[in-house]
């Protein structure tokens, strides 16, 4: 195998690899709208889910005002 193809073989292991780790953050995300909708819903303040979530309270309202 040539360094060429080597070098291909990898980019084309490390695409993968960041379409799964998009995948995955894309997934979490959503996941962490819904709980903090939940949470909203529940009259949770923001402020405890922003320190829940490890956002900053404008974090939590930005994930909140994004579309799904």
Not at 19 to 27: I, P
Not at 29 to 45: F, G, H, I, N, S
């Amino acid at each position: 195998m040539s360094d060429a193809d080597a070098a291909l073989k990898g980019i084309k292991l490390a695409a993968r690899k960041r379409a799964r780790a998009d995948k995955t953050r894309s997934d979490a995300t959503a996941d962490l709208r819904r709980y903090c909708l939940e949470a909203q819903k529940a009259k949770v303040p923001v402020t405890q889910i922003a320190e829940a979530a490890g956002l900053s309270r404008q974090g939590v309202y930005d994930l909140l005002a994004e579309r799904p």
